[in-house]
C-alpha cells in the first residue's frame, strides 16, 4: 500500500548509468568551450582540426624517424608530398559537421595519396579519417552512408595496391617492395581493404551506434519528463480533490453547528416572556443574522462541490438528513470508526480495532481527518496488501490522539501496476499528508521491517477546544 517517493529519472539515465556520465561530461564540456567563446559548430570542429594537425605532426615525425631507422629513404619531394597530405587532413574535419560526406571522401583521397607516398608494407596512421567516418556514420542517411564507405573502401581495395609506394623511392624511383606477380598483389590488395574496411566502416560504425544511443537516452529523457509531468498533474488534481473534499467537509461542519444556533436563538426568542421590543429585535436580528451567515456559507463553499453533486439549498438550515455529511448533517469522525472497519469486515478483511485511554470529542476539523486517514490507509491495505490482517489503533492521550493503521504483507496478488517506472502508483498519501498538515498533525507512513506498511497520525488537541465545541453540539441538540 506504498505510495512510491517520485525520482526524476536522470538525463540519459542508461544500462550501468554510462549515458547519464556522458552526458554531465558533455555539458561540462560545452560549458567550457562556451566560456571561451566557442559556441559555435564551425569553431569547435576548427579546434578539433587544430589539435588532431598537433598530434599528426608528432605523427610525421615518427614515421620519417621509422622509415630512416628501417632503411627506407624518401626524397625531398616525397617527405614534403607527405607531410602536406598528413596535416591536410586534419584541415579537412573543419567542416566535418557541415559537409559530412564531402570531408570523409576528401580525406579518403589524401590517405589514398599518402598510400603512394610511403613504402607499400607501411602505412601512416589516420586519426583524420576516423574521425571524419564516426563523423557521417553518427550523422548521414544509411544510404548515403553505404554509397560513401563502399566508394572508399573499392577505391583503397582497388587503387591502393596500383599507386602503393609509387612515389616513395629516392628522387621518385618506385621503393623495393612493389608487387612482383599476381600473389604479391593480392595480397596487397588483401590487406589494404581489411585496413579500409577496419578503418572506414568500424569508425562509421561506432559513429552510428553512439548516435543511436544519444537518441534512445533523448527519448527515454523526454518520456520520463512526461511521466514526472503527469504525475505531477495527478497530484495537484488530488490535492484540489481532496481539497474540496475538505471544504465540503467544513461546509457541512459549519451547517450542521450554525443550523443549531440559529434554532437555539429562535427558542430564545420565542421565550423572552417580556414585551421589551428592543431586547425582542436584537435577538431577532442575531438570528437573521446567522441564516444569512450559513446561506453565505453554502454559498461560497458550495461553489468548490464536484458537478452534480446535490448542493444544499438555501433556507433556515432545520432540515437535516441522517447520512452524514448530507446537507449540513456532521460528517464522519473517530465515533464513526466502527461503522468504518465492520464496512471493511464485510468486504472480505481481517481487521482490528483498538482504542486505548478515555475517549474524548476532538475539535470537528480534527476529528474529520481521523476519520479520512483511517479510510484512506485501509482502502491502501485492501487495494495492495490483499489478504493481509490490518491492525487499527486509536490512542487518547492526554493531549494528543494517536491513529496507527498497520498491516502485514500481502498474501493475495496485488493490482497490476501498469504505471511507467519512477512514477508513484497512488496518491492517497498526497491527500493524507494535506489533511494533517491542516490540523498541525503530524503524519508518518512507511514500510516496516516485516514487510509491511504503516501509517501513523499523531494529531496534538486541546481539550479546552475539544470540550467548548462538544458543548456548543450538545446545545445545539436540546
Known amino acids: 500500500m506504498t505510495d512510491d517517493e517520485l525520482r526524476a529519472p536522470g538525463a540519459g539515465d542508461g544500462p550501468g548509468g554510462v549515458d547519464a556520465a556522458a552526458s554531465r561530461m558533455t555539458a561540462r564540456m560545452d560549458a567550457v568551450l562556451n566560456r571561451v567563446g566557442l559556441r559555435s559548430v564551425l569553431a569547435r570542429d576548427c579546434l578539433l582540426a587544430v589539435l588532431v594537425a598537433l598530434l599528426t605532426g608528432v ?15 624518401l626524397s625531398p619531394a616525397a617527405t614534403t608530398v607527405f607531410a602536406v ?15 559530412p560526406a564531402l570531408c570523409l571522401v576528401a580525406v579518403g583521397v589524401a590517405h589514398l595519396g599518402i598510400t603512394a607516398v610511403l613504402p607499400p608494407n607501411v602505412n601512416a596512421p589516420a586519426p583524420a579519417a576516423f574521425i571524419a567516418a564516426y563523423t557521417c556514420g553518427a550523422l548521414l542517411a544509411p544510404r548515403l552512408l553505404t554509397g560513401v564507405l563502399a566508394s572508399l573502401v573499392a577505391l583503397h581495395g582497388v587503387a591502393g595496391p596500383l599507386v602503393a ?10 621503393a623495393t617492395g612493389r608487387p612482383a ?4 598483389y593480392t595480397v596487397l590488395a588483401s590487406g589494404l581493404l581489411l585496413m579500409s574496411l577496419i578503418l572506414y566502416v568500424g569508425a562509421a560504425l561506432t559513429g552510428s551506434y553512439a548516435a543511436t544511443r544519444r537518441r534512445y537516452a ?10 514526472i509531468q503527469q504525475h505531477r498533474e495527478r497530484a495537484e488534481g488530488a490535492i484540489r480533490a481532496e481539497r474540496a473534499r475538505m471544504a465540503r467537509e467544513l461546509h457541512d461542519i459549519a451547517a450542521h453547528h450554525l443550523s443549531g444556533m440559529v434554532v437555539q436563538l429562535g427558542a430564545a426568542e420565542r421565550l423572552i416572556g417580556r414585551d421589551d421590543q428592543a431586547a425582542r429585535e436584537a435577538v431577532s436580528w442575531v438570528r437573521s443574522q446567522g441564516r444569512e451567515t450559513l446561506d453565505s456559507l453554502r454559498l461560497v463553499v458550495g461553489a468548490l462541490r464536484d458537478p452534480g453533486e446535490d448542493r444544499p439549498a438555501s433556507g433556515d438550515g432545520l432540515a437535516h438528513s441522517g447520512a452524514p455529511g448530507a446537507r449540513g448533517a456532521p460528517v464522519p469522525g473517530a465515533a464513526a470508526l466502527e461503522r468504518l472497519v465492520a464496512a471493511e469486515r464485510a468486504l472480505g478483511g481481517s481487521i482490528d480495532l483498538v482504542r486505548e485511554g478515555a475517549a474524548y470529542d476532538l475539535p470537528p476539523v480534527a476529528d474529520v481527518t481521523v476519520y479520512r486517514v483511517a479510510q ?20 487518547y492521550r492526554e493531549s494528543r490522539v494517536v491513529l496507527e493503521v498497520g498491516n502485514d504483507a500481502g498474501t493475495g496478488r496485488p493490482k497490476e501496476n501498469t504505471k511507467p517506472p519512477g512514477v508513484p502508483r497512488g496518491l492517497g498519501l498526497v491527500g493524507m499528508k494535506e489533511r494533517a498538515q491542516l490540523v498541525g498533525a503530524g503524519l508518518a507512513a512507511g514500510p516496516d521491517a516485516g514487510g509491511g506498511w504503516r501509517v501513523r497520525l499523531d494529531l496534538p488537541v486541546t481539550r479546552e477546544t475539544a470540550a467548548r465545541d462538544r458543548s456548543t453540539d450538545q446545545e445545539a441538540a436540546q
Open 59 to 73: 605523427l610525421v615525425w615518427t614515421v620519417t624517424g621509422f622509415l630512416a631507422g628501417e632503411g627506407y629513404r
Open 218 to 227: 533523448e527519448l527515454v529523457r523526454v518520456r520520463a519528463g512526461e511521466a
Open 376 to 395: 484512506e490507509a485501509l482502502s491502501n491495505a485492501r487495494e495492495h496488501a490483499p489478504g493481509a490482517p490490518v491492525r487499527v489503533a486509536l490512542h
Open 181 to 184: 606477380g599476381p600473389m604479391e
Open 85 to 99: 597530405l598528413m596535416f591536410a587532413q586534419p584541415l579537412m574535419l573543419c567542416v566535418r559537421r557541415r559537409y
Open 165 to 174: 609506394g609509387t612515389l616513395s623511392g629516392p628522387a621518385g624511383e618506385a
